[in-house]
């Protein structure tokens, strides 16, 4: 009996499994930290890989059975550091969080000070003291902000460092429309003996397909980022740094290994390596037309009457876009976002400038790495944008507005710039 129902209790996971894979079909996936596999690297994420340990570096392990793992983490570094053009790079963390961790335990001791963008700004959660600087002990400061520019206002924040002395100045953000303007900033840094660390989560993929900053030529020592954002790949992180130091090396690494990590999810290491050598051939056209989707998608809202934020700057120049529904701290982006489910749009609410609340905040942040890996050119944008209409200004009943964009979704199945393009929601029986 206990048994039966245990079965029927799996039988409901794999149905549910099932069902959201049909949904993420069905529907236009637009949360700007989201991407879907290649067949070739969906299936190094499903093999024998998964289950198996090695601690340590290629060659240089703590268990036996790891030749043939020796073999795929040496092909996945140099690949890195060709995509990365870079000395050094780690791709052994489970996550950007992990990367994080290990970074700052390699970069600073607990008590060192750190400066970072807030949370309210666009930072990210590890960057705060609920997050990983937190964990590390550290004692956060955070940038002066230019909401207008939607970045570090750049003179208050380089006096604000060399005032502070931090041991890490770190940059990089989860509501990322512009490059951080890291130059200027890097050298006060440098200046006052700062590590510059630039956390690139979310635009990895703009970054190795040259359409966004070059963190590692504008002052970065260390970069680190997800493996699975505009970089197409396994849930996963990267570590990256152009420093020719291996000191610094080791420490990255054993902050990686073991700072956050026994075994490291061997078979998202094998999938990163096979998603590297598809960036190399298929990443810098990728990256570019993420971009131009997502400008045109800023462009075609604007048109059907949306707010979208920095129009002057000309909207984004990253996968991101944002837009304003209602007063600060209102919760019309939270309302925005529930309409948009029913109607068959995936997105999340996000703090504007003025939000003080993360639950009812007045915004959207949409992405278009999904949709730019399904097919989609800037001239979709338009049938995108008239779907947001119809449900958030015209007030059409969703459930219809739903039906039309299961539709328009069915033309775009297929995952592209990839090996072998194949199905892109395979997980829908
Ligand atoms: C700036 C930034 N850093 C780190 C992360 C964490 O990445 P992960 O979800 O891979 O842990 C995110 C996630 O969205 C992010 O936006």
Redesign the pocket.
């Given at each position: 009996m206990g048994h039966m129902s245990n079965r029927k209790t799996a039988d409901n996971v794999v149905e549910a499994i099932n069902a959201s894979g049909r949904h993420y079909r069905d529907s236009l996936p637009m949360i700007a930290?989201e991407n879907i596999l290649s067949p070739m690297v969906r299936r190094a994420c499903d093999s024998d890989l998964h289950g198996r340990y090695a601690e340590g570096l290629p060659r240089k392990r703590y268990y036996q059975g790891c030749e043939d793992f020796d073999t795929i983490e040496e092909i996945g570094i140099d690949s890195a550091k060709r995509v990365f053009d870079c000395r050094f790079a780690n791709i052994q963390s489970t996550?950007?969080?992990?990367?994080?961790i290990g970074s700052l335990k390699a970069l600073a001791k607990p008590g060192d000070k750190i400066t970072a963008v807030s949370t309210a700004d666009g930072?990210?959660i590890?960057?705060a003291r609920m997050g990983a600087v937190g964990l590390r002990g550290l004692d956060l400061i955070t940038y002066p902000w230019d909401d207008e520019r939607m970045e570090p206002d750049i003179d208050a924040a380089a006096s604000m460092i060399r005032k502070e002395e931090p041991a890490v100045a770190l940059f990089?953000?989860?509501v990322?429309l512009f490059p951080t303007p890291l130059e200027e900033l890097a050298e006060a840094a440098h200046e006052v003996g700062a590590t510059v660390m630039y956390?690139a989560?979310?635009v990895m993929g703009l970054v190795a397909g040259g359409q966004f900053q070059d963190p590692l030529r504008e002052g970065a020592d260390v970069m680190?980022?997800?493996s699975?954002?505009t970089f197409p790949g396994p849930?996963?992180?990267f570590v990256i740094s152009d420093s020719g130091d291996e000191k610094l090396h080791r420490r990255l690494n054993s902050g990686i290994f073991p700072g956050v990590c026994s075994s490291y999810h061997l078979h998202h290491v094998a999938g990163k390596a096979i998603a590297l050598s598809e960036f190399e051939e298929f990443g810098e056209s990728y990256a570019a037309d993420i971009v131009s989707n997502a400008q045109a998608l800023g462009e075609a809202l604007s048109s059907e009457g949306f707010e979208v934020i920095a129009e002057e700057r000309g909207f984004t120049a990253s996968h991101q876009v944002v837009t304003r529904h209602g007063e600060i701290d209102s919760g019309a982006g939270r309302d925005a976002a529930a309409t948009l489910e029913e109607a068959g749009i995936i997105t999340n609410m996000n703090m504007l400038p003025g939000d003080t609340k993360a639950l009812t905040p007045s915004g959207l942040r949409l992405g278009t790495p999904e949709l730019t890996r399904v097919g989609m050119k800037p001239g979709d944008m338009e049938d995108v944008a008239r779907f947001f209409a119809r449900a958030l200004i015209e007030g059409e009943d969703p459930s219809s507005v739903k039906n039309d964009v299961r539709e328009f979704k069915s033309q775009f199945q297929t995952v592209h710039y990839c090996f072998e393009p194949g199905p892109a929601y395979p997980d829908c029986d």
């Open positions: 930290s996550s950007g969080t992990n990367s994080n930072g990210h590890s960057h990089g953000q989860s990322f956390d989560a979310h680190t980022g997800s699975h954002k849930q996963g992180g």
